[in-house]
């Protein structure tokens, strides 16, 4: 295990997914790419992990993924053309990604799963503490989770994920940790004793689901390189957790941060278009006037 007070400033964003659940729209536009509300999806999740104090962002990319490198770069062309219209506003908002953070890719090449993506950025990371984002889930900026598993890493060493309470019958979606209190910890912070992914209802250990945080000691690297292939025939972040959280000696405990805050799925159609939804009500640009407009369509149409 590495000092836990390490300073973290790497987030690894695994993006390599085909995104079949949005055919055809995933066909020659990666998923990440999908705008929710006017910006692609991947850039909240950039934006949060730099509002947690990590500004060099990883992201592990496959084929047809070029346009991800493109969002977060310069774009001199269209930069100088709403320079010459005198469009300060747009012109900003096209420079602010490219802005944000200082963007690594590596490419995946097999698609062997989570697991096998977080192996992939073992060379960049080395041998600090990093976090990993994944791209289906936003967490709304008003109710911050990563600098608060950033500050347990800090605090207690070994690893943080994030974790949420769900039905039951939803539990088999997910990664699935069985918990216990911590000592002096609130009621938000526990530690992890097994792991189990996507569990059939029964058999699962909880209702507490992993949600697509986490802060990870780099012993898990050395732990993913022995790992076999588990559910579904991938390599499963979730499978090298349950192995660190069950040897301590490896790289530390692993916690779990309750998270009760708000949470987008823009993995799945129907979440997607919640996310949008909600998230363009609460704009103050758009909000107030799409608002009207709900509620009248609602009325009328519902
Ligand atoms: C992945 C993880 C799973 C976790 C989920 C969170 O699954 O394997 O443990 O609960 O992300 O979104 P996926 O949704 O990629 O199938």
Same mark, same amino acid.
């Given at each position: 295990m590495t000092e836990s007070g390490a300073v973290i400033s790497k987030a690894v964003i695994p993006a390599?997914?085909?995104?079949?659940?949005?055919l055809p729209a995933t066909k020659a536009t990666?998923?990440?790419?999908?705008?929710v509300v006017d910006k692609p999806a991947i850039q909240y999740v950039v934006e949060e992990a730099v509002a947690a104090g990590l500004s060099d962002v990883l992201m592990v990319t496959g084929r047809n993924k070029r346009p991800l490198e493109d969002h977060f770069d310069r774009n001199y062309e269209l930069e100088s053309a709403l320079e010459t219209k005198g469009d300060e506003a747009r012109l900003q908002r096209v420079q602010e990604s490219s802005d944000l953070a200082t963007m690594h890719y590596v490419r995946q =090449? /097999?698609?062997?799963g989570l697991g096998h993506a977080v192996l992939c950025a073992a060379p960049h990371v080395g041998d600090q503490p990093f976090a990993v984002l994944l791209g289906d889930d936003l967490i709304d900026?008003?109710?911050?989770l990563l600098a608060r598993m950033v500050q347990t890493r800090a605090e207690r060493g070994g690893s943080v994920i994030a974790l949420m309470e769900v039905a039951p019958e939803q539990i088999h979606l997910y990664g699935c940790a069985a918990v216990k209190p911590v000592e002096? =910890? /609130?009621?938000d912070l526990v530690r992890v004793t097994d792991l189990v992914e996507k569990p059939d209802p029964a058999e699962a250990p909880s209702n507490y689901a992993i949600i697509g945080r986490y802060v990870l000691d780099p012993a898990v690297f050395g732990i993913l390189r022995e790992t076999e292939p588990g559910r579904g025939g991938e390599i499963q972040l979730t499978d090298a957790l349950q192995k660190l959280a069950a040897d301590?000696?490896?790289?530390?405990p692993v916690f779990g941060v309750i998270f009760r805050g708000r949470r987008y799925d823009t993995g799945d159609r129907g979440d997607y278009l919640r996310a949008i939804v909600r998230l363009a009500c609460e704009r103050e640009d758009l909000g107030p006037e799409f608002r009207d407009w709900l509620r009248s369509y609602v009325d009328e149409e519902m």
């Amino acid at each position: 295990m590495t000092e836990s007070g390490a300073v973290i400033s790497k987030a690894v964003i695994p993006a390599a997914g085909l995104g079949t659940r949005f055919l055809p729209a995933t066909k020659a536009t990666p998923k990440e790419m999908l705008p929710v509300v006017d910006k692609p999806a991947i850039q909240y999740v950039v934006e949060e992990a730099v509002a947690a104090g990590l500004s060099d962002v990883l992201m592990v990319t496959g084929r047809n993924k070029r346009p991800l490198e493109d969002h977060f770069d310069r774009n001199y062309e269209l930069e100088s053309a709403l320079e010459t219209k005198g469009d300060e506003a747009r012109l900003q908002r096209v420079q602010e990604s490219s802005d944000l953070a200082t963007m690594h890719y590596v490419r995946q =090449g /097999d698609p062997r799963g989570l697991g096998h993506a977080v192996l992939c950025a073992a060379p960049h990371v080395g041998d600090q503490p990093f976090a990993v984002l994944l791209g289906d889930d936003l967490i709304d900026p008003r109710d911050p989770l990563l600098a608060r598993m950033v500050q347990t890493r800090a605090e207690r060493g070994g690893s943080v994920i994030a974790l949420m309470e769900v039905a039951p019958e939803q539990i088999h979606l997910y990664g699935c940790a069985a918990v216990k209190p911590v000592e002096g =910890g /609130d009621g938000d912070l526990v530690r992890v004793t097994d792991l189990v992914e996507k569990p059939d209802p029964a058999e699962a250990p909880s209702n507490y689901a992993i949600i697509g945080r986490y802060v990870l000691d780099p012993a898990v690297f050395g732990i993913l390189r022995e790992t076999e292939p588990g559910r579904g025939g991938e390599i499963q972040l979730t499978d090298a957790l349950q192995k660190l959280a069950a040897d301590e000696k490896v790289g530390g405990p692993v916690f779990g941060v309750i998270f009760r805050g708000r949470r987008y799925d823009t993995g799945d159609r129907g979440d997607y278009l919640r996310a949008i939804v909600r998230l363009a009500c609460e704009r103050e640009d758009l909000g107030p006037e799409f608002r009207d407009w709900l509620r009248s369509y609602v009325d009328e149409e519902m």
